[in-house]
């Protein structure tokens, strides 16, 4: 099966800096999304980004399906960032297939 | 916007006990999903259907079963709670055309006792 690889692990951040959290996959997908898990265990969608390259506010996210992977960019960071971010890849509307995610713990 | 609801936030029962966890979709999506979430395994795949009445085994179907009578709703069921099914449990839904873009529940915090 297909295989989801995000980096890194952990994050530690001071407010004000910027991120980049990268997540390779194995082979072909027909849809990637970005998550952030809330506190409460929600998962909030972040970006669905097949391929190409979205913005929202101080994230934006960009996808290379032909290289495989996908990158997130986080801006000016804040306390409220912090938590569990994911990356999910299917391929035409199966299930998600999720990495281990990126735990970022940004402070004041 | 996309609404996926699901019964309870939290829950707690007793071993043995069967177990109804209940999720609906606004937005008329053909799959739905049930996963659940634990510490060092992650998300896993518990079931999904892709059509009233139809449902398809994912990764770890032993102890549970599915319900799904009416597109919008898809209930997961544990037919005899046992502790190790103390979890978190997340429904999805997406749509099959255009966009593939999976929307979850809130979850439901599952404490079995």
């Known amino acids: 099966g297909i295989q989801v690889e995000q980096s890194p692990p952990d994050l530690i951040l001071q407010e004000g800096a910027n991120s980049t959290l990268r997540c390779n996959f194995s082979?072909?997908?027909?849809?990637l999304q970005w998550f952030h898990q809330n506190p409460w265990g929600q998962l909030i969608n972040l970006f669905y980004i097949p391929s190409g390259t979205k913005q929202n506010g101080r994230l934006s996210a960009t996808t290379v399906a032909t290289e495989r992977y996908s990158l997130l960019y986080i801006s000016s960071s804040q306390t409220t960032d912090s938590g569990v971010y994911f990356c999910a890849v299917s391929q035409a509307g199966t299930a998600l297939i999720f990495g281990k995610g990126t735990t970022l713990s940004v402070s004041s | 916007d996309v609404k996926v609801t699901q019964s309870s936030r939290y829950l707690v029962k007793r071993t043995g006990e069967k177990v109804f966890l209940e999720c609906v979709q606004d937005?008329?999506?053909?799959?739905m999903f049930w996963y659940r979430q634990d510490p060092g395994l992650g998300l896993r795949l518990i079931y999904f259907?892709?059509?009233?009445?139809?449902?398809e085994k994912g990764d770890i179907p032993e102890g549970y079963s599915v319900s799904r009578e009416k597109k919008e709703r898809f209930s997961l069921i544990l037919e005899s709670a046992s502790t190790n099914q103390t979890s978190m449990y997340l429904c999805?839904?997406?749509?099959?055309?255009?966009?593939?873009?999976?929307?979850f529940g809130p979850g439901t915090r599952l404490t079995v006792t």
């Open positions: 999805a839904s997406t749509g099959t055309g255009g966009s593939y873009e999976q929307y």
């Open positions: 937005m008329d999506h053909e799959n």
């Open positions: 259907s892709y059509d009233v009445k139809m449902k």
């Open positions: 082979d072909s997908v027909n849809n």
